[in-house]
């Protein structure tokens, strides 16, 4: 066995030539530290080849600015919000203590008489009743559309239909409704009286006519205008899902449908809600169509195939030219509760939303 060098005795930690050392790169530290202090900064031990300090953040420089844009545009958009319902509230108040009627439970509509009387029972019944229609015949349409462009169509087919489905998104909402004033009017009075004929026994086709301008009509425009929303968002959410889990769930044996079943309908539920409260939205709102389908009487019943109905949006299209100081504060006053109701209607999808964890932590 040889024997083991002998070890230095400088190299030793407490040998004097360590400590010499040791001693040395002390004084250096102290004289680098003592040298910086005089020009306010202090510089890592590596000198100029072991990195600089991190530079000062400037008290007005791009971060600063970018921060106070971003929350004066938040804090703009509240104002605005702010500022239209008070507009309303103003505007409103001196037709509202006019009315010789409750403005909440009355039908009719009679603003510019003497007295005036009106109320919103009958418009904001027209109004969510063609909502509700519209979604319950759009959102089906759409789902299958956009899961077919989403997961089984060719791709160039999807691409296609995808921007045939956008165009439509962009007609104007007039174009809808001359449309179904002049031609989709047609089919919807014999559909009309094909339900009247083998499904009057149910209240919503009991109508004994005429038909034609209704609440089914308008709400069948409505159906067509919503759809293209709702598809659109609804495939680009289904186009999120993660590729693992829609393919975790094929190798576990699952079929095509049972893997949109499994793994792509919970993740994007979320998603389909907010674009079904968007459509909503839209439903709510719409005018010009909406006045040139619907019948314009101030009625509630369950039947929507008579001509009839209206909606606050038509409402105030129609009878706004025509209306007196009185007659524009009291359609000003229906308008509050429509903002009303589309700021009800959007907190309840941003509850609906923010209760699915999962969705909220992947958008994270």
Do not use: C
Not at 62 to 83: C, D, H, K, S, Y
């Amino acid at each position: 066995m040889g024997d083991t060098p002998p070890r230095s005795v400088d190299a030793g930690a407490g040998g004097p030539g360590g400590n010499t050392r040791a001693a040395g790169l002390a004084a250096s530290a102290d004289g680098l530290i003592e040298n910086n202090s005089s020009n306010g900064r202090r510089t890592p031990l590596g000198g100029n080849g072991g990195g600089t300090a991190l530079p000062r953040a400037k008290a007005f420089g791009t971060e600063p600015a970018f921060r106070g844009l971003t929350l004066a545009a938040g804090t703009t958009v509240l104002v605005i919000i702010v500022a239209i319902a008070v507009f309303l509230i103003t505007e409103a108040i001196p037709a509202l203590q006019a009315n010789e009627e409750n403005f909440l439970t009355y039908n009719n509509w009679a603003a510019t008489g003497t007295p005036p009387r009106f109320g919103i029972a009958a418009i904001v019944f027209g109004t969510v009743v063609s909502a509700v229609i519209a979604l319950i015949i759009a959102v089906p349409i759409a789902l299958g559309i956009a899961l077919f462009l989403s997961h089984y169509a060719h791709r160039r087919i999807a691409t296609g239909l995808g921007f045939v489905i956008d165009l439509l998104a962009a007609v104007p909402s007039v174009v809808f409704g001359l449309w179904g004033r002049s031609v989709f009017i047609e089919p919807v009075r014999d559909f009309s009286v094909w339900l009247h004929t083998y499904f009057g026994w149910i209240p919503l086709f009991g109508g004994e006519g005429p038909y034609g301008n209704s609440i089914l009509l308008g709400s069948l425009v409505l159906a067509i205008m919503i759809l293209p929303i709702v598809t659109s968002l609804s495939r680009e959410v289904f186009m999120q899902t993660p590729k693992q889990n829609e393919e975790a769930a094929l190798a576990l044996g699952a079929t095509k449908w049972e893997m949109i079943r499994t793994a792509v309908l919970p993740y994007g539920r979320p998603g389909v809600i907010a674009a079904v409260m968007l459509g909503l939205g839209r439903a709510l709102g719409e005018t010009i169509a909406l006045a040139m389908t619907l019948g314009s009487s101030f009625i509630i019943t369950a039947d929507i195939i008579t001509n009839g109905g209206a909606t606050i949006a038509s409402n105030i299209a129609n009878g706004f030219g025509e209306a007196n100081d009185i007659g524009r504060g009291a359609l000003i006053a229906s308008g509050l509760v429509l903002f009303a109701i589309t700021l009800v209607v959007n907190m309840a999808a941003r509850i609906i939303i923010y209760r699915r964890r999962e969705f909220t932590d992947v958008a994270a």
